[in-house]
């Protein structure tokens, strides 16, 4: 098969994040580096990421995360700050974050070795929702509130359809209610910022089907199977 669609069966990491892993040189192949794609694979080869051997793994793990602020989600940070996998370094296998949470952002993250699942949860056809609580800078009115669900700038283009309710308001800060399907760059934060506001907290509390709840920050929990098949449904 494809070393992509190798790499995603060792839960690697999605298809599309495991070419840039083989375009940026961190995969070999029986010892020789790789950076081509389409090169087609075998079990019996030894291939090798970050000179760590993989293989695929017959049993898959979801786990859902509460991200505290203050963790990059990598699996390494050149920085030496603390990661998302920081408390997975024991796990009986190697995890891997679907999307990202900013460095500065909490909330519910997802973890798996099933890299099928990931490219499918991440590609933008399946217009997965993420739902965020977002405490923002001064008194949000109902014109802006409109404006990030009909759409606004961001980066040069502007962001799909959203939905923006209005929690909240007092002299000092307003809290939101904030729905996207869309994964780009810390979005909620820049479609805040081009209404006129900051965002002085954030947090994710639903992605799709699965809901943060009332898990502690900073702990984690295995998904029961019935949320699994939710998400394989999308």
Known sequence: MRLQKFLALCGVASRRASEK???????????????????????????CVD??????????????YHKPMGEVTTSSDPEGRA?????????????????RLDFDSEGLL??????ELTERLLHPSREVEKVYLARVSNQVTPEEALRLERGV????????????????????????MITIHEGRNRQVRKMVEA???????????????????DLPRGMWRELTPEEVASLQKL
């Open 195 to 213: 209404v006129g506001h900051d965002v002085v907290l954030l947090r994710r509390i639903r992605f799709g089907p699965l809901k943060l709840g």
């Open 83 to 99: 990661t998302v996998l920081d408390k997975f370094r024991d796990f009986p296998v190697r995890l891997y974050p679907v999307g």
């Open 153 to 176: 700038s961001v980066d040069g283009r502007l962001t799909s359809h959203a939905r923006a309710k209005i929690l909240n308001v007092s002299p000092m800060y307003s809290d939101l």
């Open 110 to 115: 997802l973890l798996t070795n099933d890299g």
């Open 51 to 64: 000179g760590q051997p993989v293989q695929p793994e017959s049993e898959k793990h979801y786990l859902m």
């Open 21 to 47: 892993m083989i375009a940026d040189g961190r995969v070999t192949v029986d010892g020789e580096t790789v950076t081509a794609m389409g090169l087609n694979v075998e079990e019996t080869q030894r291939v």
